[in-house]
């Protein structure tokens, strides 16, 4: 399977390191989280990746080449304008091929099983399954019992986004989205009356009506945003404990 790494943000929250370098190259334990996220995926048998730059852009590409260069990669060259998730993957449908792929956002370290995530997918014959957990955030995604999606909150705001006029959130549970999605390309014509500029979370909120979008919760799931400076610590230890786990085994 082919995997689409999102790095192209402008990793603001994580100032001043990003004042001469993108987020995805921040270094955790030496090692780039582009470098973490794409062993993770290469793992789970991940072969060719597409990854979309902007912010610092070349220094990504210098590094692909100097490390990855001989696994297959595409670059969504986003340096012109940055697109958010949806416009992102609407500029990289020529990269992406015939079947379905998986996203990753580039500042996420996880024990996710990947190819379980996968397999859950090809199995329903999802549109797509967006991998969530029940933790505490402001903005959830909502969910029936058959774990399809129907809907958005923000609990701060009392905000609900839904397709569906008679809604009864009461009746949904709420999931925090991980930032891990497989996707399906039966979407890709779906795109086409969207601007260059827009989220994936909205377009599965628009989308959830008509095709079969799933939320996937794994048991025991560890997962981290690497997106602000106080969360660095926390990656560095835990990326020092996975190879403490490895070192064991």
Not at 157 to 171: A, Q
Request: hydrophobic letters at 40%; aromatic letters at 10%; proline letters at 5%.
């Amino acid at each position: 399977m082919k995997a689409f790494v999102f790095a192209a943000g402008l990793g603001t929250r994580l100032k001043p390191i990003t004042d001469t370098m993108p987020k995805a190259l921040v270094p955790i334990q030496g090692k780039p989280l582009l470098g973490h996220v794409m062993e993770k995926l290469q793992s789970s048998g991940m072969t060719d990746f597409v990854i979309n730059i902007h912010h610092f852009g070349e220094q990504i590409i210098d590094y692909l080449q100097q490390n990855w260069k001989d696994v297959p990669v595409a670059i969504s060259d986003e340096r012109a304008a940055l697109l958010e998730t949806g416009g992102a993957v609407k500029k990289a449908i020529p990269l992406l091929g015939d079947d379905s792929f998986l996203i990753h956002n580039v500042d996420i370290l996880s024990n996710a099983n990947l190819a379980q995530l996968v397999a859950e997918h090809t199995n329903k014959k999802a549109a797509a399954t967006l991998l969530v957990s029940n933790r505490k955030s402001s903005r959830y995604l909502l969910f029936d019992k058959d774990m399809r999606l129907k809907a958005w909150t923000n609990t701060q705001t009392g905000e609900v986004k839904s397709p569906y006029s008679d809604i009864d959130i009461n009746t949904l549970t709420p999931y925090a989205f991980g930032g891990i999605h497989c996707f399906s390309p039966l979407l890709f014509a779906e795109m086409n009356p969207y601007p260059d500029k827009f989220s994936i979370i909205d377009f599965y909120l628009d989308q959830c009506l008509k095709y079969p979008i799933y939320g996937w919760e794994q048991e025991n799931l560890q997962l981290l945003d690497v997106g602000k400076i106080n969360s660095l610590e926390l990656a560095n230890n835990y990326i020092a404990q996975l190879e403490e786990t490895k070192e064991v085994k």
